[in-house]
């Protein structure tokens, strides 16, 4: 594959070469690219900002927010067909397979899965007009709210702010921080992480947590990562932190580790401690019967609507 410059119609065999080489017509990057490819933005008509070559051409709008508006205020026909190719957009540069689940798809600031229901009645549908599946596409279990308020959660001894339940133990788990005895126990684990925790985690403990879904993975166990905060509050926890995160790095390495051990773990945000503690028992008990789910996004529509 070559690269030819269209300022002067020199050609060259790698992409660096070419910005390298663009430097020799006193041009910045972003000029180039304006100059010669220029976008607009979706919702505004004004050319889009160029920041770095991928997001330039990968992205139709210079706000977050401004694609929701642009839903809103789009033909219903034209918005069905841009979620679609978001969609398989999304899919092929990801190199997926499946579709994405919810916290992928708020956390990369695409449409909700609630969006894709509104305009195709199902996620499922959806995904299969994108030529994918979802990764989690099981219904919520029947029994996941039911009252595990007294069963016996096993809370693992290296814990350093243990939740609080009506009946616990401390014992040393193989996977994570809770499980449940032998009577509930369904090879599913929880891990509970604070922000500062989820933060560590994704970056700086990356190579050691990984580790730890290998180990999950080998025990033919399942992990969930349960977050004490919610995804909305995100910002906030990282302004009231000693310190701060860049928090696209963060998001993005979560959904790198939700992409290699999709067979194994996905993330929660439950909202708080005391949800956190409400949360817990059900995914333990529900087992797994809630692998397959996307728990995040039916616990946040079960918040939202209480």
């Not at 070559?2 to 300022?7: L, Q």
């Not at 000029?31 to 976008?39: F, M």
């Not at 096993?154 to 133990?169: A, C, H, V």
């Not at 401390?170 to 933060?199: E, I, N, P, Q, W």
């Amino acid at each position: 594959m070559s690269f030819k410059c269209k300022e002067c119609g020199e050609e060259f065999g790698a992409q660096r070469g070419l910005h390298t080489h663009i430097k020799k017509h006193s041009m910045f990057l972003g000029d180039y690219y304006v100059k010669h490819y220029a976008r607009k933005n979706k919702l505004t008509g004004d050319l889009l900002p160029f920041k770095n070559y991928k997001d330039y051409f990968s992205k139709d709008f210079s706000q977050p927010h401004q694609l929701m508006e642009w839903v809103n205020k789009s033909p219903a026909q034209e918005v069905r067909e841009y979620l679609i190719e978001i969609l398989q957009k999304r899919v092929s540069n990801k190199d997926m397979g499946y579709g994405p689940t919810e916290l992928e798809l708020r956390s990369a600031g695409l449409p909700s899965i609630e969006v894709y229901k509104e305009y195709f009645g199902s996620y499922t549908y959806a995904c299969d007009k994108a030529g994918v599946m979802p990764l989690l596409g099981s219904q919520l279990p029947k029994e996941f709210f039911n009252d595990y308020s007294q069963t016996k959660i096993l809370i693992d001894t290296r814990e350093q702010q243990p939740l609080s339940f009506k009946n616990s133990e401390s014992f040393k788990l193989d996977v994570g921080d809770y499980g449940v005895t032998a009577k509930d126990y369904d090879y599913t684990y929880v891990d509970r992480k604070s922000f500062g925790d989820f933060c560590g985690t994704t970056t700086v403990g990356y190579s050691r947590f990984c580790k730890e879904l290998d180990r999950c993975r080998s025990l033919g166990a399942y992990l969930f990562v349960v977050m004490e905060f919610s995804f909305e509050g995100i910002d906030e926890c990282n302004y009231k932190s000693y310190k701060k995160y860049k928090l696209d790095y963060v998001l993005h390495n979560m959904r790198e580790i939700q992409k290699q051990y999709k067979d194994c773990c996905q993330f929660v945000f439950a909202g708080s401690r005391e949800l956190s503690e409400e949360l817990i028992p059900k995914l333990l008990v529900c087992g797994k019967k809630s692998w397959k789910t996307d728990i995040n996004y039916f616990w946040h529509k079960h918040l939202n609507e209480s």
